[in-house]
């Protein structure tokens, strides 16, 4: 099932997949959502990579110990059991597929600014964003290798415009204007501070990229957790600069009530052709992130049908280049019924119905990798270094589901138990015999 060395991908390039799957959508809209409580919000920023940083390392932690890995069943499943594994690879392939149309309704948003015809209508929002996803499909079915050359170059062509904004808008930055906007919701800063740490995560899902496509890296035990580390750590600086940067040229009130906050501090630094050139690197960028997404969604679906999880004669097979063709394919038809299921007034509210439950999601998710470290197995048994990982990873996916909203958190916990028993229901499936080889019970 894994890809052919010869159409592995090196270190270099993980880096670019994990890092592109980091800095996209919410790189671009955030900042407009966080100054709607002020400047302190970029402390949270400063939280969310250090919480990213210690489920990285964790992830990097399992890379070393599980060298072939190629779904969270891989490390959970020796650790937890074989039901465990079941719910934490399906919980995050839901999410990465889900939260694919949270990328497409921002990309499609950043292109909307520059079209000339009504592009802001929800109908032509709606076609826009099909279009977007079936593109995406048809480029993920040339293969990852060819994807993740796309990433490398969307990485550089999409962000020159923002490192010339990020470089040349200090001279713009006020401390009065970043100081002016601080808190301007009336509770207690580390109220804010807390209450900022689920959409600021949102622009850090992606940190386990590595680990979950390690079937189409080379040498995978060395360089997932480079790769892993290295994007974490490149996404959560440039976060903090801009976080900064941004709420210290515009007012906050004024970056509120943008739908493109670096295409307009770009028209303020350089004229209407700079705002032009942000935008279309903000659509180029997301669209990026939308390809590298849709490959991980591919891998785990393939993953997770080999192992018995998924229906195998719709997601198991995969293409002579790599491509899990019939998985992506079911994958595009689900984004697009979620398209036109969460199709909204405005590009801003399709986006928030989508984000917060996908980063729950993907958080009880990575919960189960922080057990399984604690744990260890009898082939693996865990080490005290592994449990520091573990707690850690515990740690701070405890913190993110408390910094959310309860609502939006009974939804997530709902969505756990329905897929438990659908589960349960089924008989448990069991793997195709062609590769029951690698499943086995727990």
């Known amino acids: 099932m894994a890809a052919t060395p010869a159409r592995r991908i090196g270190p270099v390039l993980a880096t670019f997949v994990v890092a592109n799957n980091m800095i996209g959508a919410g790189f671009f809209l955030l900042p407009a959502t966080l100054a709607r ?54 919980l995050y392939w839901l999410a990465s597929w889900i939260g694919n149309n949270a990328i497409a309704v921002a990309a499609f948003g950043y292109l909307a600014t520059l079209l000339p015809f009504a592009s802001h209508e929800p109908g032509v929002q709606l076609a826009g964003q099909l279009a977007l996803i079936w593109l995406v499909f048809a480029l993920n079915l040339l293969g990852p290798r060819q994807v993740a050359r796309f990433q490398g170059a969307t990485v550089v062509l999409g962000l020159l415009p923002v490192l010339a ?89 004024e970056l509120a009530g943008s739908s493109a906050p670096f295409a307009l501090v770009a028209g303020q630094l350089f004229g209407p052709v700079g705002l032009w050139l942000v935008a279309a690197a903000a659509a180029i960028k997301a669209t990026g992130t939308l390809g590298g997404w849709m490959l991980v969604s591919g891998e785990t679906g393939a993953r997770a049908a080999a192992r018995g999880f998924l229906p195998w004669a719709l997601f198991g097979p995969v293409r002579r280049n790599g491509a899990a063709g019939r998985g992506l394919l079911v994958i595009a038809l689900g984004m697009s019924l979620v398209a036109v299921l969460t199709s909204a007034p405005t590009v801003g509210e399709q986006f928030g119905r989508l984000v917060g439950m996908v980063v729950l999601l993907v ?80």
């Open 363 to 442: 958080v009880i998710a990575y919960a189960a990798a922080g057990l399984s470290l604690l744990v260890g197995s009898p082939a693996v048994p865990a080490t005290a270094r592994d449990r520091l990982y573990g707690a850690g990873a515990l740690a701070a996916c405890a913190l993110l589901l408390l910094s959310s909203p309860w609502p939006m958190l009974a939804g997530a916990l709902a969505t756990a138990a329905i897929v438990w028993l659908a589960w349960r229901l089924t008989g448990r499936r069991r793997p195709p015999p062609a590769t029951r080889q690698d499943a086995g019970d727990g």
């Open 165 to 253: 904004v990020l470089l040349f808008g200090w001279q713009q930055f006020d401390p009065d204007t970043f100081a002016g906007g601080w808190n301007r919701t009336g509770d207690s800063d580390a109220a804010v501070v807390l209450a900022s740490l689920a959409p600021v995560f949102w622009a850090f899902v992606g940190l386990e990229s590595g680990a979950m496509i390690a079937g189409v890296v080379r040498d995978p035990d060395r360089n997932v957790p480079r790769a892993t580390l290295a994007g974490i750590v490149l996404a959560g600086a440039v976060y903090v600069l801009a976080s900064v940067l941004l709420m210290g040229i515009v007012p906050a009130a």
């Open 37 to 90: 409580s002020g400047s302190v919000t970029w402390i949270a920023w400063l939280v969310g990579t250090a919480l990213a940083v210690l489920l990285g390392g964790a992830f990097a932690r399992l890379a070393r110990s599980h060298p072939a890995m190629t779904s969270a069943d891989d490390y959970v499943r020796p650790a937890l059991g074989r039901d465990a594994g079941f719910l934490a690879a399906t």
